[in-house]
């Protein structure tokens, strides 16, 4: 079974600064989507970046960028001039269309990311 | 356009009880998808539909159900809730539901079972 891992279940960093999040997921497919999504004290889930596996590009929006791995099967987020509005649990999905067992988001157990001023 | 909305924000309920979920997708949204969230268990998929019909299942017993209507909102149902079963519902929409798509979350219902 598909499964993606967050190794780190806190992180903290100060205002301004850059941090990056880890994650690694198992599959054996060559075709799928990778997202992180932010999950603020309010419980609602936000999008934050999305990576096609076909793309060798790393998605970028604004202030986070990701380091897709393909090979290592890696997929980290990276928060640059970080902000306190960043602070937050920060899960990574992978999705495989096609497939029952894998056509949903699968998750990861999250990172909470505290913000220093 | 609207987001995802979900009602009741919170809810309590006894054992033995059953409870029913609302989530109203985003305009023009026909994917709605619903995921458990639990301290223990991290976030789970529970169903999706699309067009009113059930198109994937996760992995929770026969206790979980849920439906779509033909305005795409969708409903889940937990019958004889279980202390276990208290936890945060989140549903999300997408336009179709394929895998590329965006899945827009709502802010969740929240379920004590008491």
């Known amino acids: 079974a598909q499964t993606v891992t967050q190794s780190q279940p806190e992180m903290s960093v100060q205002e301004a600064e850059t941090v990056t999040l880890s994650c690694t997921y198992d599959?054996?497919?060559?075709?799928?989507?990778l997202f992180w999504y932010k999950q603020p004290p309010s419980r609602q889930m936000i999008l934050v970046i999305r990576q096609e596996a076909y793309k060798q590009q790393n998605a970028t929006e604004n202030r986070f960028s990701v380091n897709f791995q393909k090979a290592a099967k890696s997929f980290s987020l990276k928060i640059s001039d970080s902000q306190l509005g960043d602070a937050a649990m920060y899960f990574c999905a992978y999705r495989r269309p096609g497939r029952a067992d894998t056509d949903k988001l699968i998750f990861g157990t999250g990172t909470r990311l505290q913000v220093f001023p | 356009k609207a987001g995802v909305t979900q009602t009741p924000r919170y809810l309590i309920k006894t054992r033995g009880q059953q409870v029913t979920l609302s989530c109203s997708p985003i305009?023009?949204?026909?994917?709605v998808s619903w995921y458990q969230q639990t301290p223990g268990q991290g976030l789970q998929f529970l169903f999706e539909y699309f067009s009113e019909t059930q198109r994937n299942k996760g992995n929770f017993p026969g206790r979980f159900s849920g439906r779509q209507f033909s305005n795409s909102r969708s409903e889940m149902n937990v019958s004889t809730l279980e202390l276990g079963d208290s936890a945060l519902y989140l549903c999300?929409?997408?336009?179709?539901?394929?895998?590329?798509?965006?899945?827009?979350f709502g802010p969740g219902t929240r379920l004590l079972v008491l």
């Open positions: 305009s023009g949204h026909r994917s």
């Open positions: 599959t054996s497919e060559s075709d799928y989507y």
């Open positions: 999300a929409s997408s336009i179709s539901g394929r895998g590329q798509e965006t899945q827009y």
